[in-house]
Structure formats: structure tokens, C-alpha cells
T-cell receptor, first 114, second 112 residues
Framework: GAVVSQHPSRVICKSGTSVKIECRSL??????MFWYRQFPKKSLMLMAT?????????EQGVEKDKFLINHASLTLSTLTVTSAHPEDSSFYIC??????????FGPGTRLTVL | SQQGEEDPQALSIQEGENATMNCSYK?????LQWYRQNSGRGLVHLIL?????REKHSGRLRVTLDTSKKSSSLLITASRAADTASYFC????????????FGQGTTLQVKP
């Protein structure tokens, strides 16, 4: 199967700082990547669709100025949590779409904001 | 909420028993997928079933799809302690955007 990586796997930061999370498709090109958020013992909630070379599409209720998404190449999308606060602490998971119906998930990033 | 329903929310069985998880959704779909997630880890894709398929097998996994009832089930036969994980169904949004709508998940515990 295809491989999607995320970096970092775990990050702890102080309130007010910004954190960047990278999502890479290692062995295929992905014109579309997705960012999800998962609270403890809950399901995945789609935050936004990241399209290479264009602006991300955000789901209702997700602040685009808070969660900046950049899909600069066919293998890399980044999510920046700006001015992070404790309520932003969560597990963030990305996925990359290889073809219709084929979506591969990264291992996730655990963000803890103190 | 867009999220589908899954039941049961939690399931505890003995090793060797079968585990059945159900998933319902609200919209028309092109396909439905099942994923597994170990605690604190990413998702592992288990199986994809297309809207024109009724049943699909993969090893000890059996997935059914009933589009008239907008429901799917995942059966794990002869369960093992290593099957302990959370299981999620996810379906596309039928708009060919690639978006996946996840069910709420079933937490399965298999006791040795």
C-alpha cells in the first residue's frame, strides 16, 4: 500500500505559539489531501480539503485563519495551527488521495498546548 | 451532523468469538470503507465495498452493504486479542470530492 507520513508525531507547545504539521505522500503524487481532527475516544472530523496549487476548502465551523493549510507540492501539505490554545490540543490526522476511492492516512500528530 | 451512526459503541468478547459491528449512513454513496485504529495511532484501511456490491471478504473480515437500508456491517471471525482496536466505517460524500464521512466508531476489546 501507499505510504503517508506526518511530522512531527508529537508536539507540545506553549499557548500562543504556532505549530506546523507536515503531511507527505512518500510514493505517490496526491493532488488532494485532507486534514482531520480527532478528540479522545471520538471519531475523525474532517477539517479541510487541501488542493495542490489552490486554496484549501474548509468545513463549516473550521476557522481558516486559525488552521492555515498550504499544499505547495504534489507530495506535501502543511497544517499550521496559529496562536495555539489548550482547546486546540487534539490528534490531527492527514490523508492523501491517490485515485478515486483510494485514500491513505498518515500516522497522526498529537498536539498538546500547555 | 454528517457523521454516521455505528453500533455498538463498545464491544467486549472472548478470543475466538465473532465480532459484528454495524454502521448506518444518511446519504447516497459510491463506496464505503472500514478502517481500524489502534489507540493513539493512525488509521489502517481494512476493506472497501462499492455501492453495487453486497458482500466482500478479506481474510477473517466480512463486510456487507445494504444500500436500501443505508447500512453496512463488519464481521470479524475467530477474533484474536490483537484485533482489539477501534473500528470506523467511512463513506464518500457521493460528490466525487474524495471527502470521507466517518461513523462514530466501535471500540472492540478481545479478551485472551
Amino acid at each position: 500500500g501507499a505510504v503517508v507520513s506526518q511530522h512531527p508525531s508529537r508536539v507540545i507547545c506553549k499557548s500562543g505559539t504556532s505549530v506546523k504539521i507536515e503531511c507527505r505522500s512518500l510514493d505517490f503524487q496526491a493532488t488532494t489531501m485532507f486534514w482531520y481532527r480527532q478528540f479522545p475516544k471520538k471519531s475523525l472530523m474532517l477539517m479541510a480539503t487541501s488542493n495542490e496549487g489552490s486554496k484549501a476548502t474548509y468545513e463549516q465551523g473550521v476557522e481558516k485563519d486559525k488552521f492555515l493549510i498550504n499544499h505547495a507540492s504534489l507530495t506535501l501539505s502543511t497544517l499550521t495551527v496559529t496562536s495555539a490554545h489548550p482547546e486546540d490540543s487534539s490528534f490531527y490526522i492527514c490523508s492523501a488521495r491517490r485515485s478515486v476511492g483510494e485514500q491513505f492516512f498518515g500516522p497522526g500528530t498529537r498536539l498538546t498546548v500547555l | 451532523s454528517q457523521q454516521g451512526e455505528e453500533d455498538p459503541q463498545a464491544l467486549s468478547i472472548q478470543e475466538g468469538e465473532n465480532a459484528t459491528m454495524n454502521c448506518s449512513y444518511k446519504t447516497s454513496i459510491n463506496n464505503l470503507q472500514w478502517y481500524r485504529q489502534n489507540s493513539g495511532r493512525g488509521l489502517v484501511h481494512l476493506i472497501l465495498i462499492r455501492s453495487n456490491e453486497r458482500e466482500k471478504h478479506s481474510g477473517r473480515l466480512r463486510v456487507t452493504l445494504d444500500t436500501s437500508k443505508k447500512s453496512s456491517s463488519l464481521l470479524i471471525t475467530a477474533s484474536r486479542a490483537a484485533d482489539t482496536a477501534s473500528y470506523f466505517c467511512a463513506h464518500d460524500d457521493s460528490g466525487n470530492t474524495g471527502k470521507l464521512i466517518f461513523g462514530q466508531g466501535t471500540t472492540l476489546q478481545v479478551k485472551p
